[in-house]
């Protein structure tokens, strides 16, 4: 058996740990779960990083647990928030949990027939027989309210540092969590829980009713990851346009890929040890190799590629890197008129801007008026009128004057039209019929 903790503390992986759970792990193949919030009916590159440590823990010969929270996801976790979640309907949620289960089941095999095959749990199958006297007079007498308010995650929200208070709902959500742990540790033998940081005071509540739900001596082990941030301090996961999500559908590939491309060079050498399954030895490589030629990007190319891969496919890689290298190259209109409606689309996606009619591009108007009026390319006409003036803005990649009439000729693929200011700023017109 791989060395689990050791793996991921090289990786930098590792932030609290229980005593005994490294020997724990190194002693027998361990069962471990790591719970996620069904907020979404998708999950984001946010949780990667829990996905990730299950896998590891499975290549390294341990059982990988995951948890969807259809009981926890109707009351919120507060760990980390600063106020109450909005509490979502049965149908939401049923919906959110579908939705997660199919996503962890590309990356987990929950029909494999190994010794460690990973199982799929949700806590509402054995939290929805609970009542509340049931739950309070079983599970509740077992903590003290002295030892939850203890944690850091309750103590800043009733003390004001975060938010304003909290709810007796969300009180009880390390409870729940914690007796989560004392379920699969009964009915699995699960002797760990991981999570991020955040969560340490969530897990050690499950680790103490573990112990005081059971008979004397009963194991049970904690290890928490660090949060995965960003090297300018801002928050890891998202773009411009919002999250970076794991589905094509609510994220294209395309962008995916694009967003691991454009990491920063010591965050690439940050994330190239967690989101890939690269050994120790070859990351060592690449970093030297891109220290000594950052200009090439060798670890933002190598990130974005391992990660896509294993999120999407190695086709979709390909397919990625493609649209890629035709955004850099000196294409032509030709080359635009060249491509699929789908592969345009992806790539300049983001750059899309209020549409025209055909009706509007026959009539007489001016380009200003088409550039800065009708589609805000520019903010103003004057802006417009500089721009032109300058040799700084081309129509489907042929440069155009303040005399430029635009007609039915320049839309390419039948309904769109590309307008570049300078070399890097792209603006998609429809064209609709």
Same mark, same amino acid.
């Given at each position: 058996?791989?060395?689990?903790?050791?793996?991921?503390?090289?990786?930098?992986?590792?932030?609290?740990?229980?005593?005994?759970?490294?020997?724990?792990?190194?002693?027998?193949?361990?069962?471990?779960?790591?719970?996620?919030?069904?907020?979404?009916?998708?999950?984001?590159?946010?949780?990667?990083?829990?996905?990730?440590?299950?896998?590891?823990?499975?290549?390294?010969?341990?059982?990988?647990?995951?948890?969807?929270?259809?009981?926890?996801?109707?009351?919120?976790?507060?760990?980390?928030?600063?106020?109450?979640?909005?509490?979502?309907?049965?149908?939401?949620?049923?919906?959110?949990?579908?939705?997660?289960?199919?996503?962890?089941?590309?990356?987990?095999?929950?029909?494999?027939?190994?010794?460690?095959?990973?199982?799929?749990?949700?806590?509402?199958?054995?939290?929805?027989?609970?009542?509340?006297?049931?739950?309070?007079?079983?599970?509740?007498?077992?903590?003290?309210?002295?030892?939850?308010?203890?944690?850091?995650?309750?103590? +800043? $929200? *009733?003390?004001? @540092?975060?938010?304003?208070?909290?709810?007796?709902? %969300?009180? &009880?959500?390390?409870? #729940?969590?914690?007796?989560?742990?004392?379920?699969?540790?009964?009915?699995?033998?699960?002797?760990?829980?991981?999570?991020?940081?955040?969560?340490?005071?969530?897990?050690?509540?499950?680790?103490?009713?573990?112990?005081?739900?059971?008979?004397?001596?009963?194991?049970?082990?904690?290890?928490?990851?660090?949060?995965?941030?960003?090297?300018?301090?801002?928050?890891?996961?998202?773009?411009?346009?919002?999250?970076?999500?794991?589905?094509?559908?609510?994220?294209?590939?395309?962008?995916?890929?694009?967003?691991?491309?454009?990491?920063?060079d010591a965050d690439a050498?940050?994330?190239?040890?967690?989101?890939?399954?690269?050994?120790?030895?070859?990351?060592?490589?690449?970093?030297?190799?891109?220290?000594?030629?950052?200009?090439?990007?060798?670890?933002? +190319? $190598? *990130?974005?590629? @391992?990660?896509?891969?294993?999120?999407?496919?190695? %086709?979709? &890689?390909?397919?990625? #890197?493609?649209?890629?290298?035709?955004?850099?190259?000196?294409?032509?209109?030709?080359?635009?008129?060249?491509?699929?409606?789908?592969?345009?689309?992806?790539?300049?996606?983001?750059?899309?801007?209020?549409?025209?009619?055909?009706?509007?591009?026959?009539?007489?108007?001016?380009?200003?008026?088409?550039?800065?009026?009708?589609?805000?390319?520019?903010?103003?006409?004057?802006?417009?009128?500089?721009?032109?003036?300058?040799?700084?803005?081309?129509?489907?990649?042929?440069?155009?004057?303040?005399?430029?009439?635009?007609?039915?000729?320049?839309?390419?693929?039948?309904?769109?039209?590309?307008?570049?200011?300078?070399?890097?700023?792209?603006f998609v017109i429809p064209v609709e019929?």
């Amino acid at each position: 058996m791989k060395n689990f903790v050791e793996e991921l503390r090289w990786r930098g992986m590792v932030h609290d740990i229980m005593p005994g759970t490294e020997e724990q792990l190194n002693k027998e193949m361990t069962t471990a779960y790591i719970g996620f919030d069904p907020t979404s009916d998708s999950l984001h590159i946010g949780s990667l990083v829990p996905i990730i440590i299950l896998v590891h823990l499975q290549k390294c010969g341990h059982r990988p647990m995951a948890l969807v929270g259809g009981a926890t996801g109707m009351i919120g976790d507060p760990s980390g928030k600063s106020d109450e979640r909005n509490l979502l309907d049965e149908a939401a949620l049923e919906k959110n949990v579908a939705g997660i289960k199919g996503v962890l089941s590309r990356f987990l095999d929950f029909n494999s027939t190994e010794a460690n095959a990973p199982i799929l749990v949700n806590n509402y199958d054995w939290m929805k027989e609970f009542s509340f006297i049931g739950f309070v007079r079983d599970v509740g007498k077992r903590i003290t309210v002295n030892y939850m308010m203890a944690k850091d995650s309750v103590k +800043k $929200r *009733l003390t004001g @540092e975060s938010g304003s208070g909290m709810s007796f709902t %969300e009180f &009880t959500y390390q409870l #729940i969590q914690g007796y989560d742990f004392y379920h699969l540790h009964k009915q699995y033998n699960c002797l760990l829980q991981l999570g991020g940081s955040d969560q340490w005071g969530n897990i050690t509540t499950g680790t103490e009713l573990v112990r005081r739900m059971n008979d004397e001596g009963a194991k049970a082990y904690a290890m928490t990851c660090p949060l995965i941030t960003k090297a300018d301090g801002s928050k890891f996961g998202k773009s411009e346009g919002g999250n970076i999500w794991l589905d094509a559908d609510k994220t294209s590939i395309y962008k995916f890929y694009q967003f691991w491309l454009n990491t920063s060079d010591a965050d690439a050498e940050k994330y190239i040890k967690i989101f890939t399954f690269l050994a120790k030895e070859e990351v060592e490589k690449l970093i030297s190799e891109h220290n000594e030629a950052p200009h090439l990007r060798l670890l933002q +190319k $190598r *990130l974005a590629a @391992e990660i896509t891969t294993f999120v999407h496919s190695a %086709e979709d &890689t390909e397919d990625a #890197i493609k649209k890629s290298e035709f955004v850099f190259s000196n294409y032509t209109r030709e080359d635009l008129e060249g491509l699929s409606e789908e592969f345009f689309t992806d790539i300049f996606e983001e750059f899309f801007v209020k549409g025209l009619t055909q009706a509007e591009l026959s009539a007489d108007t001016d380009i200003i008026t088409i550039l800065a009026d009708q589609t805000n390319i520019f903010p103003s006409r004057g802006e417009a009128r500089k721009a032109l003036a300058a040799n700084a803005v081309a129509i489907n990649k042929v440069k155009i004057t303040e005399a430029y009439g635009l007609s039915a000729a320049d839309v390419i693929l039948g309904k769109f039209i590309l307008v570049s200011f300078g070399k890097k700023k792209n603006f998609v017109i429809p064209v609709e019929a």
